[in-house]
């Protein structure tokens, strides 16, 4: 629990010293009648407790010799049998070096001596579990005061601006879990390679993935299996995932491993027969150029834009040798007509979340410069589904996309996913063996 006290204590050293922070995790979710979905703690509460367990909240304040405060559910022998084990608070206190535990029912109850004469009370509930209440929170004290005793007129803050940027930078300990998450990925992206043919579904491909990095310790993806075959895979968030791959298409699989709530995000493109058609290599050669140019601006300092512009030179150079675009390079710079077939931008930070979170612009608008130990993703695509009637019939029903997971490293980066077949020769290669 040392990472997470050390995270707690470097939070109390940003906010002022007469500060409350109050961090509502998630509750369980009914997926239909008796039966839950299964459970996910919110990852900012993650973050700063290491406490996995529903229905609680963490209270944080600096100065206290009580700084770190858990309320969290009760052990309860009936509910325990039939649900899961609980820490309850002795638990709390022992596993996750809580200095007080109360009952999450007493919250109400224990709340206002911990808010006491404190003026700034930074919060974080996704979910509004306590939105309700949050008024009565800021003023109680100020209201029910005597005429004569002082009266505390609290300021409310988002927590989340300090956490979440902070959580940009990957510690050692983060690096680690995201690296395991990554190389089970990779295996899994081998293994669906080396399986895929003509007649199976979308559905077994995407269980024989999660199948696969279950077997590194993954417990979860990180967010719902893209296993987008022929034209599904010109819908970005394709997820239906029910149709059969057919001979002479491209299978788009976009999937990630979660290890430790830590998740990674691949994207691999490869054609379902094992061998891709000319125009499918025409557009696949095309991707991979782009994503290698965007990769190779990564450097510390470098701007976060500095990716996109490079991506979308190449990929507006590449339409034109392809007559797909019928213009200069100027032209299509200026105009960005490549856009209608590039569709989203190139990445994104990756993490506990797959859109990991921290912001990508500085305080003065100006994109953030890239760090040793940030984490994201590059992932350039083109797509053309079947009523595209702007390009020749060769190129419709088409969508290739490929992602990388880059770490930016002290004089560079490095590619994590890069042991994932990407080039023709090594997908053929993986394929047809």
Not at 34 to 50: C, K, S, V
Not at 180 to 198: G, L, T, Y
Not at 299 to 307: I, L, T
């Amino acid at each position: 629990m040392t990472l997470y006290q050390q995270r707690r204590e470097w939070l109390l050293s940003q906010i002022e010293e007469d500060s409350v922070v109050i961090l509502v995790g998630n509750t369980e979710k009914v997926r239909n009648k008796n039966i839950l979905y299964p459970f996910r703690q919110d990852h900012d509460f993650y973050y700063l407790t290491g406490f996995a367990e529903p229905d609680a909240v963490a209270v944080l304040r600096p100065g206290s010799d009580q700084p770190f405060v858990l309320f969290n559910q009760p052990n309860d022998e009936y509910q325990e049998v039939w649900f899961a084990a609980r820490s309850g608070q002795k638990g709390a206190v022992e596993k996750f070096g809580a200095d007080k535990a109360y009952d999450i029912a007493k919250l109400e109850q224990q709340l206002p001596a911990l808010l006491g004469l404190r003026k700034h009370v930074y919060l974080s509930d996704e979910l509004g579990l306590y939105q309700h209440r949050l008024f009565d929170w800021l003023h109680s004290q100020r209201k029910q005061a005597k005429f004569d005793q002082p009266k505390i007129f609290r300021t409310l803050h988002s927590v989340l601006p300090y956490i979440q940027n902070k959580r940009r930078i990957k510690t050692t300990e983060e690096l680690s879990l995201l690296k395991h998450a990554v190389n089970a990925s990779v295996d899994a992206h081998k293994h669906v390679m080396s399986i895929c043919k003509p007649g199976m579904t979308e559905q077994q491909i995407t269980a024989e993935f999660f199948n696969r990095a279950a077997s590194h310790g993954c417990s979860d993806v990180g967010y719902p299996t893209i296993s987008a075959a022929g034209n599904n895979a010109c819908c970005l968030h394709y997820s239906e995932n029910r149709d059969a791959l057919r001979e002479g298409e491209l299978l788009l699989l976009d999937a990630g491993g979660d290890y430790n709530y830590y998740t990674a995000d691949i994207t691999r493109t490869f054609p379902i027969n094992g061998t891709f058609t000319s125009s499918q290599r025409d557009i696949y050669q095309l991707v991979l150029n782009s994503l290698d140019a965007a990769i190779e601006t990564v450097k510390p300092g470098a701007s976060w834009n500095s990716m996109y512009p490079m991506a979308m030179k190449v990929l507006a150079e590449g339409l034109i040798d392809l007559d797909i675009l019928k213009c200069s390079l100027d032209e299509a710079l200026e105009t960005k007509v490549y856009e209608q077939f590039t569709l989203h931008k190139t990445g994104h930070w990756l993490g506990m979340d797959v859109h990991d979170v921290g912001a990508y612009l500085d305080e003065s608008g100006d994109w953030v410069s890239l760090q040793p130990n940030m984490v994201f993703t590059i992932e350039p695509g083109l797509y053309f589904p079947m009523h595209c009637q702007q390009v020749d019939e060769k190129w419709r029903g088409m969508g290739v996309r490929i992602e990388d997971d880059i770490l930016v490293t002290e004089t560079g980066y490095e590619n994590l996913s890069a042991a994932a077949p990407r080039t023709i020769a090594d997908i053929e290669s993986v394929m047809c063996a």
